[in-house]
Nanobody
Framework: QVQLVESGGGLVQAGGSLRLSCAAS????????MAWFRQAPGKLRTIVAT????????YYAESVKGRFTISRDNAKNTVYLQMNTLKPEDTAVYYC?????????????????WGQGTQVTVSS
């Protein structure tokens, strides 16, 4: 069984930065695609970024492109999301997810493993 635990969320002013971490346990995820999703109050959970098993293929939602960077350290079984130039509209609960395949997709229903989420609040 895979457990994912996110950390690094918090309250930050607009223009600030945060780095989210997602630590996996239970088994190594070095051959799995990984992703970050987010869900704002009253809205659907949407894709933020994905990364392939070796880090060579990444995807970003248009709304975060150029501001967020997804990366992974397979030796530490950890995935990161560096968030810069944060905006109030980035406020949401951020979830880490592990894909069953080496390549990550953008569909939330493709992911069987999820973390509990970490709150990110950006004040204006």
């Amino acid at each position: 069984q895979v457990q994912l635990v996110e950390s690094g969320g918090g309250l930050v002013q607009a223009g600030g930065s945060l780095r989210l971490s997602c630590a996996a346990s239970g088994r190594a995820l070095s051959t799995n695609g990984m992703a970050w999703f987010r869900q704002a109050p009253g809205k659907l959970r949407t894709i933020v970024a994905t990364i392939s098993w070796n880090g060579e293929i990444t995807y970003y939602a248009e709304s975060v492109k150029g501001r967020f960077t997804i990366s992974r350290d397979n030796a530490k079984n950890t995935v990161y999301l560096q968030m810069n130039t944060l905006k109030p509209e980035d406020t949401a609960v951020y979830y880490c997810a592990a894909a069953p395949l080496p390549i990550a997709t953008t569909g939330r229903y493709d992911y069987p493993y999820w973390g509990q989420g970490t709150q990110v609040t950006v004040s204006s």
